[in-house]
């Protein structure tokens, strides 16, 4: 009898690949288990068995394969049952989702290439032969791929060598980002206790008369603490004194000054007087039971509760319950780098017991997690990730928690799989005979609907903690404010005296602009023209910092122009306006105001977010403007005020969630106003202060806007109601693109008639220099999803054997939004 397998491929064909084993190997291997394939004429691939059995493929001669990777799976059984749902539903192959479901150290090929780990200590590690002429080709050249290893080595089977040295740290995948998820300190300086006596500190002075700059030093920062009573930093009190750091080191070092670090992803309560002792409050408590009571016939619960309610609290309780019966627990977030926060509290609460999964983590990092998962460590009993760590090795999910689950960062837009994360949580959970909890303050649609017709739990939860108020809103009339001449650059009276008004208070303030940059376009007052990406179909957007012209789809950019491009005239204006220029702005009116502004310019580097939520939070910074990045679930302690400069660009937004996600993106930034002692305030500026969203968001009608919108959704035949399946062609030639657009749409009509739309161009229809056309299927509610996926595979088969469109790049995408 012949013994054949089936393996999975990081590839995006379709099929399964079937390879040749002996018997003593089928008998070894089980699913889930890698081996070393041959694919093509010269490729090795890491692979992963779905299947052992004995049927000799019919088309095509069975290849050996190169090598068993592992003695024991490391993708369970369950995981793959999984990731072929995933390939069924999203419509992907089940190759594109096990690339994505594993770290890619697990898939060495025979182009990987490899590098020398640089804290890997040479002296201190004995090397094989083998390992050793692999490291000194390393020290005379950068990196390697696999297939110069097996050169250098004269053998085919490298692999499991390499995957040692990579788990041994004397070697690393490259083009991998790194980022290294570490808390990050700021430096402050006090004085040292002995010259709080003011006898000390006048002598101090006296010794230091021939020292005038460590003098300065001093004296600012008396001048510095005295005003503000609030911890200095070392950078500040240098750039206030005009000293450098040298000469405020050389005061630390003659114990003058005393260094202090205060953690940037400060825990709120400090983690002394933690112990997991917090008690729930009684509406805490009603909602915990509630959800546990849901939870015992229905799947998932929905927890819908206002900003600052505490719903992490009831996380919390709800996990602990889940660990003790010894089950794991994924944590779902909508994104890692804005939530240190959240990720600091469950630390503190959990301690040893948490994990962060990450994409963006280190090689090792992502190993390291992944493999504690898969042997149930201690370790592991907690993950906390964003959304590709559903496809984490879970040996037994009791419960996921997917929190802020409104947020559209769940969803994956490119590459494929096109999965949402809470969607796919669902289905995960249920594999596992697990439960889900989502939360959020500003349920989607979706969820809230499926919450109303006895699909998921509802439980509500209206009290902020502590009974604080939620915050105070009011609409400012943009137009009237205009008219009247009531307004300085794109600040309304109002908005500025309560900014004053809150600062003089020593509170925060929260200005929001949905947009980066200076301002979107530049546009010439004579002729018109305003400057085009060359690459993208799209004005470039004016950075004034950089005195450049950006476009935010491609990178391009180029220097401001005085001129302009077409017709020479210098009369130049720009249109809009951004976060940088509502900084620029606000700096000319209140000069002695520290603002900080955050937003994708400002958080690019490594801890670019937590700098800048730090610095905030330690009153560094005083105003911070910023774009919805300040809308995911910060909890700040001493903001008062919180201003939306412009509702309208939301709510013009062409898409029929834009009044949806509109409401939720105001509504969270609303929530960050008020949330410890002090009702909060909001201030919202729109020409449209009768729009009926900005009504729902004035008076928090969550009920009112799901009800409004649900009956549009009824209405155009749009999610919860008919499901949505996108098609994007996509190609460098435009008329390529344009009639294979045709051709598809047809093809798709013939079958779906009325529910085909399209094909359109989408509002940016040329991006890096690709031609970009839409279709849209709606799927109405009583249509098998099953059978219609199978007529668009049809479609897209007879699609593919047209040699004409070969360039032509068809992207699916099932609920794209
Ligand atoms: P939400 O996620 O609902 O916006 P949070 O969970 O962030 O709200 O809670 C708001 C604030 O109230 C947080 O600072 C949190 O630490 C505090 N808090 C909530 N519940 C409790 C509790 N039971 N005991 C102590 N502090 C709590
Ligand atoms: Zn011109
Ligand atoms: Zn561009």
């Known amino acids: 009898m012949d013994f054949y397998i089936d393996v999975i491929l990081p590839l995006p064909l379709d099929n399964l690949f079937t390879y040749k084993v002996n018997e003593e190997e089928a008998d070894f291997l089980n699913p889930g288990a890698r081996v070393a394939v041959p694919f093509g004429k010269t490729k090795i691939y890491t692979g992963i068995v779905s299947k052992i059995h004995n049927e000799k493929p019919l088309v095509y001669e069975a290849k050996p394969i190169e090598q068993i990777l592992d003695k024991t799976s490391i993708v369970t059984i369950t995981q793959l049952e999984f990731w072929f749902w995933v390939s069924r539903y999203y419509m992907c192959t089940v190759g594109e989702v096990m690339k994505a479901a594993l770290p890619g150290a697990f898939l060495l090929e025979s182009e990987t290439l490899i590098e020398l780990d640089k804290t890997f200590d040479h ?3 004995s090397l094989n032969d083998q390992e050793y002429l692999i490291v000194e080709a390393l020290q005379r050249q950068s990196t ?7 050169q250098l080595l004269d053998r085919k089977m490298v692999l499991p060598l390499v995957n040692s040295m990579v788990a041994k740290n004397i070697l690393l995948i490259n083009q991998e980002i790194f980022e290294q998820y ?30 005038p700059k460590q003098r300065e030093a001093i004296l600012t920062w008396f001048q510095y603490y005295g005003n503000s ?11 206030e004194s005009g000293v450098s750091a040298s000469v405020i080191k050389a005061l630390i070092d003659k114990e003058v000054f005393v260094e202090y670090h205060l953690k940037t992803d ?32 229905d799947e998932v619960c929905l927890l819908h509760g206002v900003t600052s309610s505490g719903k992490t609290e009831i996380y919390i309780k709800s996990i602990e319950k889940i660990i003790a019966q010894g089950k794991q627990v994924l944590y779902l977030l909508p994104e890692i780098a804005l939530t240190s926060q959240l990720v600091s509290r469950l630390q503190a609460y959990f301690g040893e017991q948490v994990l962060v999964y990450h994409s963006k983590y280190s090689i090792n990092e992502r190993m390291e997690v992944y493999t504690h998962v898969l042997n149930k460590s201690s370790k592991a009993r907690i993950i906390l990730g964003a959304r590709s760590s559903i496809f984490l090795p879970f040996q037994d999910l ?22 949402n994360a809470r969607d796919a949580a669902v289905v995960l959970a249920s594999i596992h005979s697990g439960k889900v909890i989502l939360g959020s303050a500003t349920p989607s649609l979706e969820s809230f609907y499926n919450a109303t017709h006895n699909k998921y739990k509802l439980v509500t939860l209206d009290r902020r903690f502590g009974n604080v108020q939620l915050p105070e809103i009011e609409i400012v009339d943009l137009q009237e404010k205009y008219k009247k001449k009531k307004m300085t650059g794109h600040f309304s009276d109002k908005l500025l005296k309560e900014i004053k008004l809150t600062l003089e208070e020593g509170e925060q303030v929260i200005l929001f602009q949905n947009r980066r940059g200076y301002s979107p376009i530049l546009e010439c007052t004579t002729c ?38 077409a017709c020479g005239s210098v009369d130049l204006t720009t249109k809009g306006f951004g976060t940088e220029q509502i900084e620029t702005e606000l700096k000319a009116l209140l000069p002695d105001a520290k603002i900080g502004r955050m937003d994708l310019d400002t958080t690019r580097g490594k801890h670019g977010h937590q700098k800048i939520i730090s610095a905030f939070e330690q009153e560094a910074i005083d105003v911070l403007v910023g774009t919805q990045m300040l809308s995911k679930g910060l909890d700040f302690r001493k903001v008062r005020l919180v201003g939306i400069m412009n509702a309208d660009n939301l709510l013009n937004f062409p898409d029929f969630r834009a009044h949806e996600r509109s409401f939720q993106l105001m509504l969270q930034v609303a929530g960050r106003a008020g949330r410890t002692k002090n009702r909060g305030k909001v201030l919202i500026q729109t020409y449209n202060p009768h729009h009926r969203i900005v009504q729902q968001v004035s008076t928090g009608d969550y009920l009112g806007m799901f009800n409004e919108q649900l009956e549009d959704r009824y209405q155009y035949k749009y999610p919860p109601f008919y499901k949505l399946v996108k098609f994007t062609l996509k190609s460098r030639d435009y008329s390529k693109t344009n009639e294979a657009a045709e051709w598809f749409s047809l093809a798709l009509k013939n079958v779906f008639q009325e529910h085909v739309l399209g094909p359109e161009f989408p509002p940016v229809a040329r991006i890096r220099n690709e031609y970009y056309k839409n279709i849209l299927l709606k799927i109405p509610p009583k249509q098998s999803l099953g059978k219609t996926k199978a007529h668009i595979n049809k479609i897209l088969t007879s699609f593919n054997s047209i040699g004409n469109w070969r360039a032509v790049r068809v992207i699916i995408n099932v609920d794209p939004y």
């Open 123 to 125: 002296d201190h590690v």
């Open 182 to 211: 570490k808390p990050r300190l700021l430096r402050y300086v006090k004085l040292d206790e002995r010259y709080t006596k003011e006898a000390e500190m006048h002598k101090l002075l006296d010794d230091l008369s021939k020292a």
């Open 528 to 565: 018109g023209h305003s400057p085009q990406c060359p690459n993208c179909d799209v004005s470039l957007t004016y950075h004034n910092f950089s005195n450049q012209l950006r476009c935010h789809y491609c990178g391009y950019h180029m220097a401001m122009q005085k001129q302009c491009m």
């Open 266 to 297: 400060r825990i709120q309560f400090d983690l002394d007087d933690v112990e997991q002792t917090f008690l729930l409050n009684e509406w805490q408590e009603k909602a915990f039971n509630e959800i546990q009571e849901g939870l015992e016939n």
């Open 229 to 239: 009573k609030k911890p200095v930093l070392l950078k500040t009190l240098s750039d």
């Open 144 to 150: 390697l791929k696999i297939n110069e290893i097996m």
């Open 398 to 419: 009791g419960l996921i928690v997917v929190d802020e689950e409104h947020e559209t960062t769940f969803k994956q837009f490119d590459p494929a799989p096109r999965y």
